[in-house]
């Protein structure tokens, strides 16, 4: 059955489904925006109303199916049914891999928070992550008129005909072994991005540690999934001067943070593949 987990903040929560497909009525009761009936009564004449369900029964058309949905929350009352969404799709050809499967991202809202806007992904199935490529696939970005439907599905395989390249780099990271000073350098750099101009909590070594054996290693693969997982999530114990005890740093809530800072990360550990196997 699908799983809601809430473990990244007051703002996001999500559902997911391990065991197939999440069904219509799942969505709708978890991300009622997704199932809108019209757009927020702040969009003009000129927004072009397509609802997301819309979009998705033509994606299902085409063999693309939902596995993982996750909705923004709204402190405004009258904006929760329309807030930005998330969805993560697998084809039908692609549903069967072993060890990383492709995924078509999809993000909307209906109160003019978002076009809709395709992304690249890959769910790894060792720790039920879902990581965001960066450059190698197109950020395709859809306005709310003309034919919403038919352009997203045309974005949709734009997007899984990418996934090639995707395929050579993760090949590419597994085949590359880091030595712990590398792996620390990884680690430091991902704080960078994800702590901004905010001084990190936690060290580089804590963020490169793996949650579990199978993440053990020293191949960039898994040192870039161990420092995705653990910036995305958060998790790790560090003292607090300011509250003087030890306390856990906290996962990203926002969507559009999680989708800026997994694409940062992809890139930052393709561009490591091409400077270390130099």
Not at 80 to 93: C, E, N
């Amino acid at each position: 059955m699908p799983s809601l987990a809430t473990r990244f903040g007051r703002n996001r929560a999500e559902l997911r489904s391990n065991d197939g497909p999440l069904q219509a009525d799942a969505i709708r009761a978890f991300a009622p925006s997704i199932y809108a009936e019209a757009p927020h009564s702040s969009r003009s004449a000129r927004y072009t109303y397509i609802p997301t369900s819309q979009v998705l029964t033509g994606l299902a058309k085409e063999g693309f199916e939902p596995f993982m949905v996750a909705k923004c929350r709204s402190r405004d009352a009258g904006r929760q049914d329309f807030t930005k969404h998330l969805i993560r799709l697998r084809h039908a050809s692609q549903i069967a891999a072993s060890e990383e499967t492709p995924e078509i991202i999809l993000v909307n809202s209906h109160d003019g928070t978002s076009s809709y806007q395709m992304l690249g992904g890959c769910f790894r199935f060792a720790c039920a992550n879902g990581l965001i490529v960066g450059d190698e696939i197109a950020d395709i970005r859809i306005p709310h008129k003309g034919d919403i439907t038919g352009n997203v599905i045309e974005g949709a395989f734009r997007v899984l005909d990418g996934f090639a390249t995707v395929k050579d780099g993760i090949a590419g990271m597994k085949a590359l072994e880091l030595s712990h000073d590398e792996q620390l350098a990884f680690g430091r750099a991902a704080l960078e991005l994800r702590y901004d101009e905010d001084r990190a909590p936690i060290q580089p070594h804590q963020v490169i540690d793996p949650r579990r054996t199978s993440d053990v290693g020293t191949d960039l693969w898994r040192v870039f999934n161990r420092v995705q997982e653990n910036t995305i999530r958060g998790g790790q114990t560090c003292y607090s001067s300011e509250r003087r005890r030890q306390v856990t740093t906290r996962g990203i809530s926002g969507i559009d943070q999680s989708v800026k800072l997994n694409r940062a990360l992809w890139v930052l550990a393709e561009e490591m593949r091409k400077l270390v196997r130099h």
